[in-house]
């Protein structure tokens, strides 16, 4: 079995199931995936969720791949789809840390010194580049094949390879030189062929082989809304070809200025009939709208990764605004009404889409949105009882993981504010983490949440009492309410 090809052992399993085929392309590819997500997320928790999540897509999907797939491109792309479901889900944190990174300037030296400053946003880069460009990168610098077998992985002539890789490292380090980071073709190539894939924890192979041919049947809360998130992003995606067709309008942050009317002139009317599913982004017509909602909330979602696509389905006038302007419910302010109902909307745009975006929002619903210092009531979470035995100093070593059940919260090796931006999503409050805590701490504790029935209702649902009491009891922290100024969204009126 070691010497069959990648689908070969993709076709044993949907044939007949086999743990051992499956086992076999863990084996072989679990280092590729685990190094992406690890890059695309920034700790090895959610690394190894995206790494369950990508698997368990792959058994969900292998009897459908066709038999020409490149499998090594095709984990890379789930991979980083999986990523971007996980990432939207805690956005604020990691765009702080991306944000550090990006601000950061790299001289060429060693291969590690560069790889530290270059890992963060490697796969932003790479995601600026086709996906024939991106798989055969992953052949040659992630795999380490040779030029030659590259190609013939591709089915491509070798000069016509080298030709590729050349231009792509150039792309690649055009992306770097607009951030800051300069460095040569050469020193990107030798940084990412010595770094990009690390090993992951060995016990993960046994570990997703038996969830991944279960399809995921004993996945974690988490790793099954990663696996649904990422399943409707490819969907999606692969819709690309079928959906709006028009002629290419460059937007050149700069030096062309299109408007909102001439983007919209150049699509047709299947977004505006509901007869397609929602637009993909990776590489759709460029196209700015917001129309009444033909398609079910099925979520949104906003990268950003140079090409600032955004979209979402089934929302309110509101939760649009708060997606554009990347803010979230408990810290916006709306001094004016909104349109009732709910709203499809798109922007995809070689750059500028938010902008874009935010133009359309006041042409259509009168109003703007400004960051501004309010004062407002929030929750402080504090320290209320330090001798208690719940939150417990994580374990140096420890993989970091956590869950967000309803009812059932377990938090290993992960710093208290994001024990803050959790309790925030519960109480829809803003929530400020005043307990001075900055190691890195595990938990595990449940709740009613429902609270008391009465009849056949729930009157007390969610159960936000019983939260903070369980807040006290196990890890002795308290939320204490008062007044201060916080940085707020605030949308108002048009001038």
Not at 19 to 24: I, N, V
Not at 43 to 72: C, P, S, W
Not at 210 to 227: D, E, I, N, R, Y
């Amino acid at each position: 079995m070691p010497d069959a090809n990648d689908m070969d052992l993709v076709r044993e399993f949907a044939r007949r199931n086999s743990e051992a085929a499956f086992t076999e392309l863990v084996r072989r590819h679990l280092n590729l995936v685990y190094s992406v997500a690890r890059r695309c997320t920034g700790n090895d928790g959610d690394a190894q969720d995206v790494t369950q999540a990508v698997f368990i897509i792959l058994a969900r999907k292998a009897a459908g791949l066709r038999e020409r797939t490149l499998l090594a491109g095709w984990l890379y792309e789930t991979t980083r789809f999986a990523a971007a479901r996980l990432l939207r889900a805690n956005a604020r944190r990691h765009a702080r840390e991306q944000e550090a990174y990006m601000q950061s300037t790299l001289n060429e030296a060693d291969n590690f010194a560069v790889w530290e400053k270059l890992s963060p946003h490697l796969e932003d880069a790479m995601g600026k580049l086709n996906a024939a460009d991106r798989a055969l990168l992953v052949l040659r610098f992630y795999e380490n094949k040779s030029g030659p077998e590259a190609a013939a992985l591709l089915g491509i002539r070798e000069d016509a390879a080298h030709k590729r890789v050349a231009r792509a490292i150039e792309k690649l380090r055009k992306f770097f030189v607009k951030r800051g980071v300069t460095l040569s073709g050469a020193a990107i190539v030798g940084a990412v062929s010595a770094n990009s894939v690390q090993a992951a924890p060995v016990a993960l192979v046994k570990t997703i082989s038996v969830v991944a041919v279960a399809k995921g049947a004993a996945a974690t809360a988490t790793t099954l809304t990663l696996v649904k998130g990422a399943l409707k992003i490819m969907a999606w995606t692969k819709m690309k070809t079928a959906i709006v067709v028009g002629t290419g309008i460059l937007l050149a942050a700069g030096t062309t200025t299109v408007t909102v009317n001439e983007i919209q002139k150049h699509d047709n009317n299947q977004w505006d009939n509901g007869e397609i599913s929602p637009m993909p982004l990776e590489n759709g017509p460029h196209i700015v709208k917001i129309i009444p909602a033909k398609f079910p909330d099925d979520g949104w979602a906003s990268f950003g990764d140079g090409r600032e696509r955004i979209y979402g389905t089934g929302h309110t006038a509101k939760e649009l605004v708060q997606v554009v302007y990347a803010s979230e419910r408990s810290r916006t302010i709306f001094l004016t009404a909104l349109p009732q109902g709910t709203f499809d909307f798109i922007a995809n745009l070689t750059s500028g889409s938010s902008e874009a975006m935010k133009q359309l929002i006041k042409e259509k619903f009168g109003v703007t949105g400004r960051f501004a210092m309010v004062e407002t009531n929030v929750l402080l979470l504090i320290i209320k009882n330090p001798t208690a035995d719940g939150l417990k100093p994580s374990i140096s070593g420890t993989s970091p993981h956590y869950m967000n059940a309803l009812g059932h919260w377990v938090f290993t090796n992960k710093p208290i504010s994001l024990l803050a931006d959790m309790l925030e999503g519960q109480f829809r409050i803003p929530i400020i983490d005043r307990t001075s805590l900055t190691n890195h701490y595990d938990f595990n504790f449940t709740w009613d949440a429902y609270g008391k029935k009465v009849g056949n209702q729930y009157p007390n649902y969610p159960n936000l009492e019983g939260l903070k009491q369980v807040l006290l009891d196990q890890l002795g922290l308290e939320l204490v309410p008062t007044n201060m100024p916080i940085e707020m969204l605030v949308v108002e009126k048009a001038k």
